[in-house]
């Protein structure tokens, strides 16, 4: 549901009110079917493929406290205490670049046909969840040295020009005085 929030002549500002909260455990979970996208996904359900549904259909699930505490772009750390085995559904975009930290083992999923979903078991324990860009580093520093190193041609080339197009302009001027003098 969008709410009006502000409006002028050329623009108008809605705020969403009906939206799922960014981390959430589901009570009640359903296979992705063809009819997934007339459904609504609530903070009460979660949708997966065939892969995923197998693995938590069979999940005692149950209450489960959690308490965000650092959450940013490609990081989250979350405290977790349950005596159930649960999935927690995080409003983020599924990746298999997504990494779990912690002391049991445990796994990301992709829930409701977009989000990341992860395996919890039961117990009392915190989770880093971080996204893994290290492929990307190798792009991003050949990208740097490529830039200073085309800096560099383009500095050392400038000059030269530049020595060049100034000594053709002074030897042309110098060549113009000495026929004006004579």
């Known amino acids: 549901k969008l709410d009006l929030v502000w409006r002028d002549d050329y623009l108008f500002v809605y705020k969403i009110s ?6 959430y455990v589901p009570n009640k ?3 992705i079917t063809k009819k997934f996208f007339e459904e609504k996904i609530t903070s009460n359900n979660a949708f997966f493929f065939d892969k995923e549904y197998s693995k938590v259909n069979k999940l005692n699930i149950g209450e489960a406290f959690i308490n965000p505490k650092i959450i940013d772009n490609y990081y989250f750390e979350i405290e977790y ?8 559904i995080i409003s983020n975009k599924f990746d298999k670049k997504w990494k779990v930290v912690s002391e049991k083992n445990i796994e990301i999923i992709k829930a409701n046909y977009y989000f990341t979903g992860v395996l919890m078991k039961p117990g009392k324990y915190k989770i880093k969840i971080y996204f893994d860009n290290s492929v990307y580093k190798f792009g991003i520093y050949a990208s740097i ?38």
Do not use: A, G, Q
């Open 29 to 31: 979970f359903s296979k």
């Open 145 to 182: 040295i490529s830039i200073l190193f085309l800096s560099l041609i383009y500095k050392l080339n400038y000059f030269n020009l530049r020595k060049w197009y100034w000594n053709k302009i002074f030897d042309n001027w110098y060549i113009n005085i000495k026929i004006w003098v004579k």
């Open 81 to 88: 205490d349950s005596k159930y085995e649960n999935v927690l």
């Open 18 to 23: 009906d939206t799922l909260p960014y981390f």
